[in-house]
């Protein structure tokens, strides 16, 4: 399992239904195969598609993290779906995996309620908030074939793609030895 590029068409496109009678994995692999490559790239959260696998399924997680007052956790979540938003739209950084180097600010609204299943297939429903509600909504996105590109106003991913661009001259400046 490995990240797709950024240009990847599966990025763009809504995932099919986990389906636990003819799984295309075994769910507690495909669960620990997410989190493994999550943990690789330092993120908070990845979903199926960003490694290919055309399947509503996502990961969460902040283990590898030293963020005071975040627990330590690890989650799964098959066929996730946000039943209802809540709360004010808030401005939050956010960055993805499939677009390294890319931060920036995306407007959500703060809480959700979610409906998912768990890796034997038994049902949730939950109302999140706070950073969870944050990371939740981005990977749904991602099932749904949203990036957040799309989420993004004009002024915020300019300003976001103007920085990367800065980002990769100074790199290169950096390996021709020129600073
Ligand atoms: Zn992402």
């Known amino acids: 399992m490995k990240l797709v590029s950024s240009t990847d068409p599966i990025l763009n ?11 295309i994995m075994d769910p507690k692999e495909l669960a620990d195969g997410l989190q493994r490559v999550r943990k690789m790239g330092k993120g ?35 066929n996730p779906k946000i039943k209802k938003y809540e709360g004010e739209s808030v401005y939050s950084q956010e960055g993805c995996l ?19 299943q768990d890796e034997e297939g038994k049902h ?12 939740l909504q981005h990977e749904v996105d991602h099932l749904e074939g949203i990036t957040f590109l ?3 106003d004009k002024y915020h991913l300019d300003k976001a793609k103007k920085e990367l661009k800065k980002y990769y001259r100074y790199k290169k400046r950096l390996t021709n030895g020129k600073l």
Not at 124 to 135: A, D, K, P, V
């Open 44 to 78: 908070v959260g990845l979903a199926a598609p960003q490694v290919g696998l055309d399947t509503k399924v996502l990961v969460i997680g902040m283990s590898d993290f030293e963020t005071e007052g975040v627990e330590d956790f690890e989650k799964v979540f098959f």
């Open 13 to 23: 496109k809504e995932c099919q239904l986990f389906d636990f009678e003819n799984p």
């Open 150 to 152: 799309k989420r993004a």
């Open 98 to 116: 499939s677009f390294p180097g890319l931060f920036m600010k995306v407007k959500r609204p703060s809480d959700i309620v979610l409906n998912w």
């Open 124 to 135: 949730f429903s939950e109302t999140m908030g706070g950073i969870t509600s944050r990371i």
